[in-house]
């Protein structure tokens, strides 16, 4: 089946840095995508990633391992608005998204 | 570019009334939209995919004479939820994509819905 593992919460300071971690399993590939979401407001597009490698945006890096089936979302300088839920989601061989449930960042002062 | 606008933002309706949601593609041609539902801390769950000038495709589960979806035009999809109850009570959000088949999803702000 196709499933997308992600921590369920994970807490980080003020001004740090943190990596979400994403691991997907799907039938055929075609890129993964990073979605924040603000509580109570739809997601917003992060980022896109579909070959190996780093690409960085920012404050924000999204990194991309194919043959691991992985993926992580890494944010310095962290900011108090960057508490939210952040979602990993993989293009499947049909260009469906699977979604991942999603981790929740808490940005601790 | 790339923005997708969603009304209304917040609906009460009382149980048995139906409620139309819009999205809107403003700035591209969406042949493609999708409507999800995303229960409280819960994640994002696929209800259908419209396609414009056609009928949508439902996902399993998903009653399609309970949600009834129009996609008349490239800019605009409807979702009605017909006969509403408590239970359909969540967040619907709809998105499109400029149409490349790895071009990112943009989402409308959402719709929560609240049935009494």
């Known amino acids: 089946g196709q499933n997308i593992d992600q921590p369920t919460e994970m807490t980080a300071t003020e001004g740090a840095i943190v990596q979400i971690n994403c691991t997907y399993q799907?039938?055929?590939?075609?890129?993964l995508f990073w979605y924040q979401q603000h509580a109570g407001e739809a997601p917003t597009f992060l980022s896109y990633?579909?070959l190996d490698g780093l690409e960085e945006k920012g404050r924000f890096s999204s990194f991309l391992s194919r043959s691991k089936g992985y993926s992580y979302l890494l944010l310095k300088e962290l900011q108090m608005k960057d508490s939210a839920s952040y979602l990993c989601?993989?293009?499947?061989?049909?260009?469906?998204?699977?979604w991942g449930a999603g981790t929740k960042l808490i940005i601790k002062p | 570019g790339a923005v997708v606008s969603q009304h209304p933002s917040r609906v009460i309706c009382k149980s048995g009334t139906s409620v139309k949601i819009e999205c809107r593609s403003l700035?591209?041609?969406?042949?493609?939209m999708f409507w999800y539902r995303q229960f409280p801390k819960q994640s994002l769950m696929l209800m259908a995919t419209?396609?414009?000038?056609?009928?949508?495709?439902?996902e399993q589960g998903v009653e399609k004479d309970k949600f009834l979806i129009n996609h008349a035009s490239l800019t605009l999809s409807t979702l009605t939820v017909t006969s509403a109850h408590p239970e359909d009570s969540s967040f619907y959000i709809c998105?499109?994509?400029?149409?490349?088949?790895?071009?990112?999803?943009?989402f409308g702000n959402g719709t929560r819905l609240t049935v009494t």
């Open positions: 419209s396609n414009e000038g056609s009928k949508a495709t439902y």
């Open positions: 989601a993989a293009l499947d061989s049909n260009y469906q998204l699977i």
């Open positions: 998105s499109a994509s400029l149409g490349f088949e790895n071009s990112p999803l943009h």
């Open positions: 700035d591209f041609q969406a042949t493609t």
């Open positions: 799907t039938s055929g590939f075609n890129g």
């Open positions: 990633n579909v």
